[in-house]
């Protein structure tokens, strides 16, 4: 299963991955960074694909047992 990480350090806080994400995963912190729910993300790439700063990477994460 996939998961978003944003480079927090990088994010402008712009808000275009937040608008994108069909899912709500993700939210603006303070103006500052965006952050991403793991329990709602579902790794579509959208955001990552959306975010104009490209600081957004889907990757692989490890199944819960």
């Keep these: 299963m996939n998961k978003a990480i944003v480079s927090q350090s990088e994010c402008v806080a712009c808000g275009v991955c937040k608008k994108v994400c069909p899912r709500q995963a993700i939210t603006i912190f303070h103006g500052i960074y965006a952050d991403v729910n793991e329990d709602l993300c579902i790794g ?5 694909k959306a975010c104009p700063a490209s600081v957004i990477q ?3 994460r490890e199944v819960k047992a």
Aim: hydrophobic content about 10%; overall charge neutral.
């Design 44 to 48: 579509c790439k959208k955001c990552e």
């Design 58 to 60: 889907v990757t692989e």
